[in-house]
């Protein structure tokens, strides 16, 4: 029964509400981001070329640089971001995700800043964007790609931000963790989508979720799913994990704790995407 008391999600929201609140005021225009990335000078890096054409493997692989977490706290207690980074990239990720949330993840965005200078793989700001100004502030610290989770934003927002995105040249990776928000993401026209294994509101883990939703989004109805990539997220521990995802169409996956944890990155990447 439910007892109506707040979600780790809730309250992850609220919290990036004050956060907001204290960015400068006024709205952002597509050409105001395309002057951002001109003044960050290195352009954008071609974060869904990445994935659909990993550099080594049979799997793109997002590799996530993640100190924390609100369900299991630290995982990463000795955390260099820009070490971690590297090992990464030597070892054939096609892409970084970097956690920007402070208060509930330990990220931040000067990891952001430093690891864009110290690698060249494309970078994603992971984390909880309610707000256009979010979208400047990743491309001001270093991102080349965004996340937007379905389940926070109005289809309002989710078109909007996901419109600027475009328009600036950042890829979107829509976040669903079920049939409602899939089709929502669709209606927004995501090309990159993500299928969250992990329920943001209990925390629990199935890797079903992205076999279930797979079949949705490559079904007969779906529309144009050769313009779309599907990315698992969150329960990949093993390359039996990798193996099943593959099987119902996933062509990329998003893995922090299973790399962070593991002790050796480079052999931990190696299994997973059977380097």
């Known amino acids: 029964m439910a007892t109506g008391n707040p979600t780790i999600l809730d309250t992850i929201v609220v919290q990036k509400r004050l956060e907001v609140a204290q960015l400068p ?19 954008v890096r071609d974060f869904f070329g990445a994935l659909a054409r990993p550099r ?29 980074a590297r090992e990464y990239e030597a070892a054939g990720a096609s892409c970084l995700s970097v956690l920007t949330d402070e208060k509930f993840f330990q ?28 979208i400047l502030e990743a491309i001001q610290w270093g991102a080349d790609a965004i996340l937007l989770i379905v389940a926070i934003l109005s289809d309002e927002q989710l078109a909007h931000f996901h419109a600027l995105a475009d328009a600036a040249g950042l890829t979107a990776l829509v976040e669903v963790h079920d049939e409602e928000e899939l089709a ?42 050769n313009t779309r990539l599907l990315v698992a997220e969150s329960g990949i521990h093993s390359r039996s994990d990798v193996e099943r995802l593959m099987g119902c169409g996933a062509e990329a996956i998003l893995v922090g704790e299973s790399l962070v944890k593991s002790g050796n990155i480079d052999d931990k990447v190696a299994e997973l995407i059977d380097r």
């Open 184 to 225: 929502r993401a669709l209606k927004c026209g995501a090309r990159l989508v993500g299928v969250n294994n992990r329920n943001l509101k209990t925390f629990t883990v199935d890797l079903g979720t992205t076999v279930r939703l797979a079949k949705l989004l490559f079904g007969a109805d779906a529309g144009p799913a």
């Open 25 to 43: 005021t006024g709205t952002i225009a597509a050409y105001q981001l395309r002057e951002a990335i001109k003044h960050r000078g290195d352009g």
């Open 107 to 134: 990220g931040s965005l000067e990891y952001l800043k430093a690891i864009r200078a110290a690698v060249g793989l494309p970078l994603l700001r992971k984390d909880f964007i309610i707000d256009e100004r979010q």
């Open 56 to 84: 080594k493997g049979d799997i793109g692989l997002i590799a996530e640089v993640k100190k924390a977490s609100p369900s299991l706290g630290v995982i990463c207690p000795d955390f260099d971001p820009v070490h971690i």
